[in-house]
């Protein structure tokens, strides 16, 4: 009953920028996270950062003071943007919502980001 669609990967150079959107669908009753994930190839699937409906957020080491997550609850839109890329940033990367109320994970179909010369 909820769909999140994702876009904004594409082709960067190292040093680049990026900016993802995921825009969610349907019936969203309870209170959630939302999030991104990225998986690489060979990889597990890690979280790179989450904001909660109170606005609270948290990010993989990696990526802090390079990528930014916001939200728009009235639209139910969660964003990242991505400065200052690397090349070990390459992955696909998935929207993610997460309701506690429920135990429940929603993912989108992935998006691919590569940074490369």
């Known amino acids: 009953q909820v769909q999140l669609v994702e876009s904004g990967g594409g082709l960067v150079q190292p040093g680049g920028s990026l900016r993802l959107s995921c825009a969610a669908s349907?019936?969203?009753?309870?209170?959630?996270?939302m999030g991104w994930y990225r998986q690489a190839p060979g990889n597990e699937r890690e979280l790179v950062a989450a904001?909660?409906?109170?606005?609270?957020?948290n990010y993989a080491d990696s990526v802090k003071g390079r990528f930014t997550i916001s939200r728009d609850s009235a639209k139910n839109t969660v964003y990242l943007q991505m400065n200052g890329l690397k090349p070990e940033d390459t992955a696909v990367y998935y929207c993610?919502?997460?309701?506690?109320?429920?135990?429940?994970?929603?993912w989108g179909q992935g998006t691919q980001v590569t940074v490369s010369s």
């Open positions: 993610n919502i997460y309701m506690s109320r429920y135990n429940y994970n929603y």
């Open positions: 349907g019936r969203l009753f309870s209170i959630y996270t």
């Open positions: 904001i909660t409906s109170g606005d609270s957020t």
